[in-house]
């Protein structure tokens, strides 16, 4: 496997790649990865990349200044030998100052879908998700490339970037990998207490207990939203940080009435430092 930290090198072997007419296989992330990092790097073999490339570079831009981009984890050695395991042909390691070199001013916003759920909360959180993915898409080019559902309205506004700024790539999504007791695996569990790791599958069972609801006949965004708040007040370790209800893929506030059409339901909840995310998609049938 090659360890690449230079744009150049990176575009050197992917020149190499293309000429052997193989395609790229491209799997953002910010490292520390986990088996829902090597799900999307499995899905890119076996969708017929025949050459799958990584990159692990902690976004600075998708940070705000109160949240964890220096305490993040990190664990480059260990990651390298995830990747070699799983078969990654190379993997792009770039340093800080070669994503942002001095003067870069250049940013990517996508408007609307990015107002709502985790963009209301962590303002600018998007733009920096955007502006390091475009980066990442015009560097490598990949035909394909991956991410996982549990960052729901990250992949609708990937998709969307990607759509408005014709990037010619095709991003597939894989869904969310969960821990046995329905917990979300995501790089921030680390942060939870043996305590907190107990309380916190209850952001799954509260969103199955809204599908649930859903599937008995549950219409009404309010009353679903009020359970979803209701299951994690429930718990005293958890600190709600918003529930809600949106329509898939163009993420629009619902207050009324859900469907037809598939719909998210999405919560993000504290506990101690750890905020953590996780959502439902739900098929609304025509009544
Ligand atoms: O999901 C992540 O790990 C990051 O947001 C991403 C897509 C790699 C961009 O920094």
């Known amino acids: 496997m090659e360890v690449l930290g230079k744009v150049a090198d990176l575009r050197d072997f992917l020149a190499k790649m293309r000429a052997q007419g193989k395609r790229i296989g ?23 990349a025949d050459c799958v490339l990584a990159s692990i570079f902690v976004n600075p831009l998708q940070f705000g200044p109160r949240e964890d981009y220096r305490d993040y984890p990190r664990d480059l050695d260990r990651d390298k030998e995830l990747c070699r395991q799983a ?28 107002e709502v759920l985790c963009g209301r909360s962590r303002p600018g959180h998007f733009k920096g998700v955007a502006t390091v993915v475009a980066k990442l898409f015009n560097i490598v080019r990949p035909d394909y490339a991956y991410f996982g559902l549990k960052d729901a309205q990250q992949v609708a506004v990937i998709q969307r970037m990607a759509q408005d700024l014709n990037f010619p790539v095709e991003v597939r999504v894989h869904p969310t990998v969960r821990e046995k007791d329905g917990l979300a695996v995501s790089s921030r569990n680390v942060y939870l207490s043996p305590e907190e790791r107990k309380a916190a599958p209850v952001i799954y069972r509260t969103l199955e207990r809204a599908g649930e609801a859903v599937e008995r006949g549950e219409r009404d965004a309010g009353r679903l939203i009020k359970l979803l708040e209701e299951g994690i007040r429930a718990e005293r370790s958890a600190r709600l940080d918003y529930a809600e209800v949106v329509s898939w893929p163009d993420l629009s506030i619902i207050t009324k009435k859900i469907g037809p059409g598939r719909v998210l339901l999405a919560l993000a909840a504290y506990f101690g430092k750890a905020r953590l995310i996780d959502n439902i998609l739900v098929d609304v049938e025509v009544e």
Do not use: C, K, N
Not at 95 to 105: D, N, R, S
């Open 87 to 114: 078969g990654v042909d190379a993997l792009f390691v770039p340093p800080v100052e070669e994503m942002y070199p001095q003067g870069f001013a250049t940013y990517v916003e996508v408007a609307g879908i990015t």
């Open 26 to 48: 491209f799997v953002p992330t910010m490292g520390f990865l986990h088996v829902g990092h090597l799900a999307l790097m499995r899905d890119a073999r076996s969708d017929g």
